[in-house]
């Protein structure tokens, strides 16, 4: 009898587990093939403000801003602004530098700011064009990135906000991996519950629609994605808006580093969100999701892996591969088949090992999440530019 139960509940906790992540993404998956889509409309290219928000960056302003005439946004409708934030190095001096040799830039010094929120809402609540896109000064943006995300929010009414698709230039696999499912992710909902996730590296909103952060925000772009999807507007990510981070996790340590207080800054948001009034369904289930993941993943996880020891010791001890093969399989066709858009792609051995490794990575950030939120990322990390307390 005792083996029966155990056998019950371990496939219960499997299937659980399974449903709350590959499951959830074939959920999304299907649903991307029957729902409508959303229509862009071919509108003409409007005037827009490119914003960068600047911390003492010193090393990387002047690339950036080389980066921005990259693009081949028409430059006559493209006005560049620098906000930064208190620098206490030469970054304003080497803006000014550039200005000297005719590039045409505003600068904004905002001495007294808390951090990348203040320098967010500054520009939302001047006046100024319409559609304003953000990006960090530690980022490398596509020629077509900036026209993408424009031709997106401009050709779509509800659309209030559209993020980039990230890839971080690091040498280490399972961030590479880690943002290949997030962004497939984040497309997904945003295609079917018009609540996508976006990142900060780089995403354009549409001002009219949204006014100011809220000055308790923990995380500007988590909190703009959970506010404005919880007003009824739409908030996407486009695939062919392409952003590169520099400024990434490169060794396993610095990815648990990271992953964890950027988790605990996105249940600070997550719970802090539920103050609005009569938010739309797809959001409703977007955020019941996100803190079912954040919460209670990870101890399912332990769960399955406490049952299938147990499960050793009966004469069911062959069913803990079943599962084991399901995850095995849907974990790697999932990356086959998001490493197919990629330009390089590695080994079927390399690839299976990078793949272990970031579900156990992901497994101990997850049960080591900071109960505290810190704004303070790995060392080397561009969220550390806001934050000038501790690691905590």
């Known amino acids: 009898m005792f083996d029966e139960i155990l056998l019950v509940l371990f496939i219960s906790i499997c299937l659980l587990l399974w449903l709350s992540t590959f499951g959830y993404v074939m959920i999304l998956r299907l649903l991307v093939f029957i729902k409508p889509r959303f229509l862009v409309e071919s509108v003409d290219l409007p005037a827009i403000a490119v914003v960068i928000p600047t911390l003492n960056e010193e090393n990387t302003i002047v690339q950036k801003l080389a980066d921005m005439e990259l693009c081949d946004y028409p430059g006559d409708l493209m006005k560049v602004i620098v906000v930064d934030g208190g620098s206490t190095d030469r970054t304003v ?196 999701v996100r803190l079912w993941q954040f919460s209670w993943v990870s101890w399912l996880s332990v769960a399955a892996l406490v049952t299938s020891g147990f499960m050793l010791v009966t004469r069911y001890r062959i069913y803990p591969l079943l599962p084991l093969t399901l995850f095995v399989v849907s974990a790697f066709l999932l990356i086959v088949l998001l490493l197919n858009h990629t330009e390089k792609r590695p080994g079927i051995f390399t690839l299976c090992l990078g793949m272990f490794r970031y579900a156990i990575l992901t497994l101990i950030s997850l049960l080591s999440l900071k109960k505290v939120p810190s704004m303070l990322g790995p060392i080397g990390g561009k969220e550390g530019k806001y934050d000038n307390s501790p690691a905590g």
């Open 93 to 288: 001096e080497f803006v000014h530098k550039e200005i000297t040799r005719g590039k045409k830039i505003e600068v904004i010094c905002l001495d007294r700011s808390r951090g990348k929120v203040d320098q967010v809402n500054h520009i939302l609540s001047s006046p100024g064009e319409e559609i304003i896109v953000f990006t960090d000064a530690d980022s490398r943006l596509e020629p077509a990135c900036i026209r993408e995300l424009v031709n997106t929010i401009a050709g779509e009414p509800e659309t209030a906000l559209v993020g980039a698709a990230v890839r971080p230039k690091s040498r280490l696999l399972e961030e590479r991996i880690h943002w290949l499912c997030l962004n497939y992710i984040w497309w997904l909902e945003g295609e079917v519950l018009s609540s996508a996730g976006i990142s900060g590296v780089c995403y354009a909103v549409n001002r009219n629609m949204f006014l100011t952060i809220a000055q308790d925000a923990i995380a500007e772009d988590i909190h703009l994605g959970l506010d404005i999807s919880a007003r009824g507007y739409r908030v996407r990510i486009n695939p062919k808006a392409k952003a590169i981070e520099l400024r990434v996790p490169q060794t396993p340590h610095e990815f648990l580093q990271f992953r964890r207080r950027r988790g605990a800054s996105y249940v600070t948001e997550l719970v802090h969100s539920s103050a609005h009034s009569n938010p739309p369904l797809g959001w409703k289930l977007a955020r019941l």
